[in-house]
């Protein structure tokens, strides 16, 4: 078995970095200033980017030095629970690549990677794979290979990791890393140091017996580990069935056009998702936090399957036009849950034309329903009733598959036009031609008509369906238009 | 001449009151005789505007855009309604045979909305028809629909008031609807391109109230007539 270790030394950095850019790192450096992390207390910077590490902050500085050197240097809070969702969101992508993952919060992943050498055709086309997609993504990682999880963990979080596949060449890697890297509990490291040992490799020629016995078991479990001498069973991350990505800006958006930028690199990223999946989606709920106001909860919807990260930026950006930002955003968190498979193509039109139709549609449908609001779009369908305002229906917009046309020519005569409500008759009519249609029904709902229907002509020329009630009244409830 | 000149010719873009160019302008058959007669043997302008201007819904004026709606939903093209003044009845447009799965009815709040809905259905490929209601307009809006429509080469009614009859408008077809005797609608073309207005027509549309042209004085008259208000 041969396993990889990416460690992220600092995660949390790039990722906001990512969030504030375009992607664009020439530009950032430029306009942004310097960003640190630090620890929840506030005290210390953990991580620093280039820009601050440049003006003489380094990790460990405390913050009031820092903020003396850079002035207007824009801080991020640590927080663990964050750095595990964005472990996740790296693992989600990686999974696109190798099958069995393992992460290590808060800031590692490891890789088995001696199934994937026949695939990638060696280890180093899949170590280049594995870089492209890193610096794709502006992240900064260390990666070390290893005969064990651990050996490569250890090597990788040194910071001495090397890509390949030699045994010996590993293991001597190994025997040479400092004993203050290896991650042994302080008391052991004192004691091992004080029998005058500095080398990991060192400590792996002690005689097992006599290091469980004058250390502790637990030291020479994790040195048999390291070694490969005891299982050290790992558990396989499975990718959950859900697209999450949140972005966390520094400094607060204002205006909706600044939240387009990260949001077409995480609808880019989702795109990729899905298509990696062959699957679409038709909903996405955006959710824009506020520093003093209550989340803003976006539901965009598309009228049919989507995967196209321009087609949902277009409904973003439609909805954003609408409803302007109530307070300024601090982060936004994209999430699908809600999958469908990618049908196959159903029409076989040589030219490819039904379902570029079909596809058609679907866009304008969303675009309408993005910028109107999905009430405004109405489908019309009869209802099988006797009184004239429950004989139709509105509902949503869908797209059928086309039904047989039924023969609906025995449908009584009605006219086109149905008014909103019954409207008395303005006039005299001066002409009756038919009736009276005698409607009554609704005894079962308590929705009670009893109308006698006749069509009539108004003085204009209009022809009017008009009903005189029980109670006598006369009113005009449709034109034949 | 240049190559633009004669487009502007050919296309009847540019009115000559000498000679009658048979234009070449794509079109769609109204489903009435008559009235495509008085268009140029042509019917409804594809990729243009038309305005039917009336002065109260009741007269026949669906029942003119009927066998058009009928042709196209059934051709799977998607009929688009903008803020119609009172309900389209499901079970009539069913009745006359009118895919009801292709019809769409839309309202909007404003008439910006309206606008930008009334585009981008002009330009997309599935649209067949957009009928809409828009109350007022600018000319500038209506130029801007013109050439949406002109984008998307699709069949678009407006019904407007009648008492725009006298103003100018870039809608290539329009028509004063009114209503005639004996249930008839009567047609007044005002503009057409590449060619003369002022022709006039009816159509006998008593059908549509399932009344025949000779049974039309038949009256029911009776003591209801005399309580009616």
């Not at chain 1, 041969?2 to 430029?30: K, M, T």
């Not at chain 1, 009031?64 to 640590?78: D, G, Q, R």
């Not at chain 1, 009869?382 to 004989?391: L, S």
């Not at chain 1, 409500?421 to 303005?426: D, E, K």
Request: glycine share 8%; hydrophobic share 40%.
């Amino acid at each position: 078995m041969l396993w990889a270790y990416l460690h992220f030394p600092h995660l949390l950095l790039d990722h906001i970095r990512c969030s504030r850019s375009g992607g664009d790192e020439q530009h950032e450096e430029n306009s942004e200033p310097a960003l640190v992390v630090v620890d929840h207390s506030a005290q210390r910077v953990l991580q620093a980017c280039p820009l601050a590490q440049a003006q003489g902050v380094q990790a460990g500085t405390r913050l009031k030095t820092a903020i003396n050197l850079v002035p207007e240097l824009a801080i991020a809070h640590a927080d663990p629970g964050r750095e595990q969702q964005i472990l996740a969101e790296q693992a989600r992508w990686l999974y696109r690549h190798v099958a069995s993952i393992v992460p290590y919060p808060p800031d590692g992943l490891l890789v088995e990677v001696g199934s994937l050498e026949k695939l990638y055709g060696g280890l180093a086309a899949l170590w280049q794979t594995l870089e492209q997609a890193l610096s794709e993504r502006h992240l900064n990682a260390w990666m070390a290979t290893g005969t064990t999880p651990l050996a490569a963990r250890l090597c990788a979080r040194a910071g001495q990791g090397q890509c390949t596949a030699d045994k010996g060449h590993m293991e001597r890697h190994l025997h040479n890393l400092p004993l203050a890297a290896a991650g042994f509990d302080d008391r052991t490291l004192t004691r091992l140091q004080r029998l005058g040992l500095t080398r990991l490799g060192e400590v792996m020629n002690l005689p097992p017996a006599e290091l469980a016995r004058r250390l502790t078991p637990e030291t020479l479990a994790r040195v048999q580990k390291i070694q490969g001498s005891r299982p050290d069973p790992q558990q396989p991350w499975q990718p959950p069935h859900h697209f999450r990505q949140q972005a966390d800006f520094v400094q607060d958006i204002e205006r909706a056009e600044g939240l387009l930028f990260p949001l077409q690199r995480i609808l880019t990223e989702l795109e990729e998702d899905l298509c990696w999946r062959q699957q679409d989606t038709d909903s996405l709920l955006l959710i824009l936090t506020h520093r003093h106001h209550e989340p803003t909860r976006l539901r965009i919807r598309t009228s049919g399957p989507e995967h196209r990260a321009e087609a949902f930026l277009n409904l973003i950006r439609l909805r954003f036009e609408q409803h302007p930002l109530p307070a300024p955003v601090i982060s936004l968190v994209l999430s699908v849950r809600r999958f469908l498979g990618r049908e196959a193509v159903a029409g076989n039109d040589l030219l490819g034309e039904i379902p570029d139709l079909n596809e058609a549609w679907h866009t304008l449908i969303s675009r309408l329903q993005a910028r109107l609001g999905s009430d405004a779009l109405q489908q019309l369908s009869p209802q099988p009733d006797h009184r004239p305002e429950r004989a139709w229906s509105a509902s949503e917009v869908q797209r059928k598959a086309r039904p047989a046309i039924q023969d609906l020519s025995s449908l009584p005569r009605r006219p086109l036009w149905l008014l909103n409500g019954p409207q008395s008759l303005p006039e005299a009519p001066v002409a009756w031609y038919s009736g009276p249609e005698r409607i009554s029904g609704g005894w079962w709902d308590g929705q009670r008509v009893h109308r006698d229907y006749y069509i009539a002509g108004l003085a204009g020329g209009q022809l009017a369906w008009v009903f005189r009630d029980v109670r006598g009244g006369w009113f005009v409830h449709g034109w034949f238009g | 001449m240049s190559n633009l000149l004669n487009t502007l010719m050919q296309d009847a873009r540019i009115w000559q009151g000498h000679r009658q160019t048979l234009t070449t302008q794509p079109a769609e058959p109204t489903g009435y005789q008559v009235l495509d007669n008085q268009l140029g043997g042509l019917g409804w302008p594809r990729g243009a505007l038309s305005e039917c201007l009336l002065e109260a819904p009741g007269i026949g004026e669906l029942q003119l855009v009927l066998p058009l709606m009928q042709r196209l939903s059934r051709a799977g093209k998607t009929v688009f309604w903008l803020n119609p003044p009172h309900t389209p009845y499901a079970p009539a447009l069913a009745r006359e045979g009118v895919d009801l799965d292709q019809v769409v009815m839309i309202h909007t709040e404003d008439s910006g909305d309206l606008l930008w809905t009334l585009e981008n259905c002009l330009r997309s490929p599935v649209t067949g028809l957009v009928l809409a209601w828009p109350g007022k307009l600018a000319a500038r809006d209506i130029r801007r629909l013109q050439l949406a429509a002109e984008a998307g080469s699709n069949v678009c009614v407006l019904f407007r008031s009648c008492k725009l009859a006298e103003q100018s408008s870039p809608a290539a077809l329009r028509l004063e609807l009114d209503a005639g005797e004996q249930q008839d609608l009567r047609i007044n073309v005002l503009k057409r391109r590449g060619s003369w207005p002022g022709q006039r027509c009816t159509l006998a549309l008593g059908h549509r109230a399932g009344l025949s042209a000779n049974e039309s004085g038949r009256v029911v008259q009776g003591p209801w007539s005399a309580s009616a208000p």
